[in-house]
């Protein structure tokens, strides 16, 4: 039977997946949403731009939903809400620069206008009916990232969103250890933990290690330095900014996000940027090679980045000298590796010097390593555990840790997304599921591209498509002209003409035989055409090209 009055998490993004993190927690008419991220589409999605969580779920109970909580400002904890905020706009919470940031994406999306965004900082408590949630500063590889405590009349739920144990942080501003431990103190009813580095061993290592490896790297530097890193990454960003003044270099930004993300951090406060020293992309041929360093994106080898337009020699502004010195400040994220290997190469092969992580230590993670994660455990001591942001390997490994660390197997949940897990300070149980998914984006299209749109578009790109043209006179039901075939990614034509004209004929008997038996429905017509040159060609190629048979009346 259900509790009324036990508290239910849903997860409806994050788990068993990188990316599209999303998960809300729910006592009685209180609905309140930690997050509300996107995934970038895997090689089978074919044109698809960006993937969604399905918040089918939050929209029908819409009326007891009180806000969007935001743990901080990456992609896969903000991208989603453009499109969500539209049929669920509610207020959103999150620290200045997280709000910066979605305050920029809802006004290239033109609904800044009518969205509610509320400012918090860390440490501070927003108080519903039954419901407090509290923001506690943590340290990620993005400034104000916060977790988030939810104080429940059954207790409370540390939801910790990406984190990392930073004791040198560029910012000054550590990980609220100390408040962490009161809570630990007092109890933790569930801890909800980032998984991600829940495979490494040890501990992540500070960001501030990073800025001298680019002050080692900048002084060997004879010529331009082109940095790629993550547009987010304010503290990175920070850091290379340092050495430029240090090495009396200029800096310009190269690439969409670069420019708009350095000008919103710059402007709250959380990028120092001294006057004069940013010079325009389109100006730097006007400082001498040893003066000037280029920000971009494109490290982990998007075909459009700025990065892999410089390495294709078709960015407008820069083209790569011999003695450039290039450095990919990230890791190439799971799925990656081959385009980023090939933009190594095309610089290397056009006279670069390319320095990566495999080569020195020019990245760290922004996620906990498993020493961390026992820190974590160890000081909320929580009485529940769902280990969250992680593929099945990750979630797996970060339960095992838990049981390393004494916790009651019978007492960890490794949740789908849907799961609807209900708490109390007695029991907690997996209680049914909620309808929870993927939503693909692709250019305006909100959804509209499914599950048969995707698999055409496979076959289309596997196989081709042929198309079979008929036009018949309206009266007599004659064919007046046709069938013409025209293919497009299944064979070339001037080499295949025997097999075209095949397949012209056995269509041109297809629909004569359906006539001579009075069948003139056009979807039987097709299907006839259809059915037959595709099971000639199946036999002839071992393909499965898409059949389209289109019939025109005169």
Same mark, same amino acid.
């Given at each position: 039977?259900?509790?009324?009055?036990?508290?239910?998490?849903?997860?409806?993004?994050?788990?068993?997946?990188?990316?599209?993190?999303?998960?809300?927690?729910?006592?009685?008419?209180?609905?309140?949403?930690?997050?509300?991220?996107?995934?970038?589409?895997?090689?089978?999605?074919?044109?698809?731009?960006?993937?969604?969580?399905?918040?089918?779920?939050?929209?029908?109970?819409?009326?007891?939903?009180?806000?969007?909580?935001?743990?901080?400002?990456?992609?896969?904890?903000?991208?989603?809400?453009?499109?969500?905020?539209?049929?669920?706009?509610?207020?959103?919470?999150?620290?200045?620069?997280?709000?910066?940031?979605?305050?920029?994406?809802?006004?290239?999306?033109?609904?800044?206008?009518?969205?509610?965004?509320?400012?918090?900082?860390?440490?501070?408590?927003?108080?519903?009916?039954?419901?407090?949630?509290?923001?506690?500063?943590? =340290?990620?590889?993005?400034?104000?990232?916060?977790?988030?405590?939810?104080?429940?009349?059954?207790?409370?739920?540390?939801?910790?969103?990406?984190?990392?144990?930073?004791?040198?942080?560029?910012?000054?501003?550590?990980?609220?250890?100390?408040?962490?431990?009161?809570?630990?103190?007092?109890?933790?009813?569930?801890?909800?933990?980032?998984?991600? =580095?829940?495979?490494?061993?040890?501990?992540?290592?500070?960001?501030?290690?990073?800025?001298?490896?680019?002050?080692?790297?900048?002084?060997?530097?004879?010529?331009?330095?082109?940095?790629?890193?993550?547009?987010?990454?304010?503290?990175?960003?920070?850091?290379?900014?340092?050495?430029?003044?240090?090495?009396?270099?200029?800096?310009? $930004?190269?690439?969409?996000?670069?420019?708009?993300?350095?000008?919103?951090?710059?402007?709250?406060?959380?990028?120092?940027?001294?006057?004069?020293?940013?010079?325009?992309?389109?100006?730097?041929?006007?400082?001498?090679?040893?003066?000037?360093?280029?920000?971009?994106?494109?490290?982990?080898?998007?075909?459009?980045?700025?990065?892999?337009?410089?390495?294709?020699?078709?960015?407008?502004?820069?083209?790569?000298?011999?003695?450039?010195?290039?450095?990919?400040?990230?890791?190439?994220?799971?799925?990656?590796?081959?385009?980023?290997?090939?933009?190594?190469?095309?610089?290397?092969?056009?006279?670069?010097?390319?320095?990566?992580?495999?080569?020195?230590?020019?990245?760290?993670?922004?996620?906990?390593?498993?020493?961390?994660?026992?820190?974590?455990?160890?000081?909320?001591?929580?009485?529940? $555990?769902?280990?969250?942001?992680?593929?099945?390997?990750?979630?797996?490994?970060?339960?095992?840790?838990?049981?390393?660390?004494?916790?009651?197997?019978?007492?960890?949940?490794?949740?789908?997304?849907?799961?609807?897990?209900?708490?109390?300070?007695?029991?907690?149980?997996?209680?049914?599921?909620?309808?929870?998914?993927?939503?693909?984006?692709?250019?305006?299209?909100?959804?509209?591209?499914? =599950?048969?749109?995707?698999?055409?578009?496979?076959?289309?790109?596997?196989?081709?498509?042929?198309?079979?043209? $008929?036009?018949?006179?309206?009266?007599?039901?004659?064919?007046?002209?046709?069938?013409?075939?025209?293919?497009?990614?299944?064979?070339?034509?001037?080499?295949?003409?025997?097999?075209?004209?095949?397949?012209?004929?056995?269509?041109?008997?297809?629909?004569?035989?359906?006539?001579?038996?009075?069948?003139?429905?056009?979807?039987?017509?097709?299907?006839?055409?259809?059915?037959?040159?595709?099971?000639?060609?199946?036999?002839?190629?071992?393909?499965?090209?898409?059949?389209?048979?289109?019939?025109?009346?005169?």
């Amino acid at each position: 039977m259900k509790e009324k009055n036990n508290v239910k998490v849903i997860p409806l993004g994050g788990l068993g997946e990188i990316g599209k993190n999303i998960a809300a927690i729910e006592y009685g008419d209180e609905i309140i949403v930690i997050d509300c991220g996107l995934s970038f589409p895997d090689t089978e999605m074919y044109g698809v731009d960006i993937v969604i969580p399905d918040v089918t779920y939050l929209v029908e109970n819409k009326e007891r939903v009180k806000g969007f909580f935001i743990t901080h400002g990456h992609e896969d904890h903000i991208g989603a809400l453009p499109y969500v905020l539209r049929n669920l706009n509610v207020p959103v919470y999150g620290t200045r620069l997280t709000l910066g940031l979605i305050e920029s994406k809802l006004e290239e999306h033109k609904i800044l206008d009518v969205c509610d965004l509320r400012s918090v900082e860390a440490g501070d408590t927003i108080e519903l009916d039954k419901l407090k949630v509290e923001f506690i500063r943590t =340290n990620h590889s993005i400034a104000d990232s916060c977790a988030i405590a939810v104080h429940t009349p059954q207790g409370v739920i540390v939801h910790t969103g990406d984190f990392k144990v930073d004791f040198t942080p560029i910012d000054k501003k550590r990980i609220d250890l100390q408040r962490l431990a009161q809570l630990g103190k007092k109890g933790v009813l569930l801890l909800m933990a980032d998984s991600t =580095n829940a495979l490494t061993e040890g501990y992540t290592m500070s960001e501030s290690a990073v800025g001298e490896t680019l002050d080692d790297l900048f002084g060997k530097a004879k010529g331009r330095v082109i940095v790629a890193t993550f547009a987010s990454n304010i503290h990175r960003m920070q850091q290379i900014i340092n050495s430029s003044l240090k090495y009396k270099r200029k800096v310009a $930004f190269s690439g969409r996000s670069m420019e708009k993300i350095s000008e919103v951090a710059k402007n709250l406060g959380y990028l120092d940027i001294p006057d004069g020293l940013l010079v325009d992309l389109a100006n730097i041929n006007s400082c001498a090679d040893n003066e000037i360093t280029i920000v971009t994106t494109g490290s982990q080898g998007e075909p459009m980045s700025a990065l892999t337009r410089i390495a294709n020699s078709t960015h407008k502004h820069i083209s790569i000298k011999n003695d450039d010195t290039v450095i990919i400040s990230a890791t190439a994220i799971p799925g990656n590796e081959k385009s980023v290997s090939k933009i190594i190469n095309d610089l290397t092969k056009k006279g670069a010097k390319v320095i990566c992580k495999s080569i020195t230590a020019i990245h760290v993670s922004g996620h906990a390593c498993r020493e961390e994660l026992k820190l974590m455990h160890s000081l909320l001591k929580p009485k529940y $555990f769902a280990p969250v942001h992680g593929e099945l390997r990750h979630l797996m490994s970060h339960k095992e840790l838990a049981e390393g660390l004494g916790q009651d197997s019978r007492n960890i949940f490794i949740l789908e997304n849907g799961d609807v897990l209900s708490l109390s300070r007695r029991k907690a149980k997996i209680e049914g599921r909620v309808h929870s998914g993927k939503v693909m984006i692709d250019g305006l299209g909100i959804g509209d591209v499914g =599950n048969i749109v995707i698999r055409d578009r496979k076959s289309l790109s596997q196989d081709g498509i042929i198309s079979i043209i $008929f036009v018949i006179e309206k009266e007599s039901k004659m064919v007046v002209s046709g069938p013409d075939v025209i293919t497009r990614g299944f064979v070339y034509v001037r080499d295949s003409e025997g097999l075209l004209t095949e397949i012209r004929d056995l269509a041109s008997d297809s629909i004569e035989r359906c006539i001579s038996k009075k069948i003139y429905q056009w979807s039987k017509l097709k299907n006839e055409v259809r059915n037959e040159v595709g099971e000639f060609v199946y036999q002839k190629t071992k393909r499965k090209p898409i059949i389209v048979p289109i019939i025109m009346e005169v």
